[in-house]
């Protein structure tokens, strides 16, 4: 995680308490009146969860390309792995 990265988080949880804390201490109308901080929040949030989406296809696209990961093969068993021995002999 890069520092951004966790900047944005801490930045996000700091807004929520601060929404919080505003909303039991003004009272009547208090979350009408703190709506802005929780946007705020929420866009930390965003940017953060669309920094990391970001960083994961950047890293999906780094994969070597000769050995690709296909999750659609099935798993060796033992007829497919005796079947390797048999003709490598």
Partial sequence: MKLIDSMLLSAAVGFLMIGVH???V???????NNYWIFMLMLLCLYVFSWR????????QKNLP???PININQP????????KTVKKKK
């Avoid at 798993?75 to 005796?82: E, F, I, M, P, W």
Wanted: no cysteine; proline share 0%; glycine share 4%.
């Fill in 65 to 67: 390309k000769s050995n």
């Fill in 22 to 24: 505003r909303i039991f």
């Fill in 75 to 82: 798993k060796n068993n033992l007829k497919t792995a005796l």
């Fill in 52 to 59: 990391r989406k970001k960083q994961e296809e950047i890293k």
């Fill in 26 to 32: 003004d009272g009547k109308n208090s979350f009408y």
